[in-house]
């Protein structure tokens, strides 16, 4: 049985459930992910901790209270001509993955976001063929200039 909780601005995670999806987000990204303090200022902005337009945290457990995956949403505030919606994280506990959790989850999701979505993943990402199956399409080629500070 899979079990969600999905936590925003208005329902937002005790500090322990925050710190064991932050715990999660970091293990199961693997490769994917960022250090920690990314993923939680993500978390802050999907809380409103930040000056933000929110969005979500979305959280699956098995019948052990166990977490099995989770997504985070920020919403970019820019709807006509940007996504209204950016996923920035989502991952599935290793131990469940091809156990179709992913795909709920992304399901879950397009169906709590208000407006499009958009999101960033690295082509040799497997998750890409879950991403084009559930209806996300290439549509530009991101370039990125980092400045040094």
Same mark, same amino acid.
């Given at each position: 049985?899979?079990? /969600?909780?999905?936590?925003?601005? /208005?329902?937002?995670?005790? #500090? ?10 970091? #293990? ?6 960022d ?29 052990? $209270?166990?977490?099995?995956? $989770?997504?985070?949403?920020?919403? /970019? ?8 919606n ?5 991952? @599935? ?16 999701t397009?169906?709590? $976001?208000?407006?499009?979505i $958009? ?5 040799? %990402? ?11 399409? @290439? ?7 980092? #400045?040094? %500070?």
């Amino acid at each position: 049985m899979l079990i /969600t909780k999905v936590f925003s601005s /208005t329902h937002k995670p005790k #500090k322990e459930e925050r710190e064991r999806v932050l715990e999660f987000l970091f #293990k199961h990204l693997g490769e994917y992910g960022d250090p920690i303090p990314d993923i939680d200022k993500s978390i802050g902005y999907a809380l409103e901790e930040y000056k933000s337009f929110g969005g979500f945290i979305l959280v699956s457990y098995n019948d052990n $209270a166990e977490i099995t995956g $989770a997504v985070i949403v920020n919403k /970019t505030g820019m709807k006509g001509y940007i996504p209204d919606n950016i996923l920035v994280y989502i991952a @599935t506990h290793e131990d469940y993955r091809g156990q179709g959790i992913g795909k709920k989850l992304m399901l879950e999701t397009i169906r709590l $976001a208000d407006g499009d979505i $958009a999101l960033h993943a690295e082509p040799h %990402n497997p998750a890409v063929f879950l991403y084009e199956k559930v209806g996300f399409k @290439t549509k530009y080629k991101e370039m990125r200039y980092i #400045k040094n %500070n």
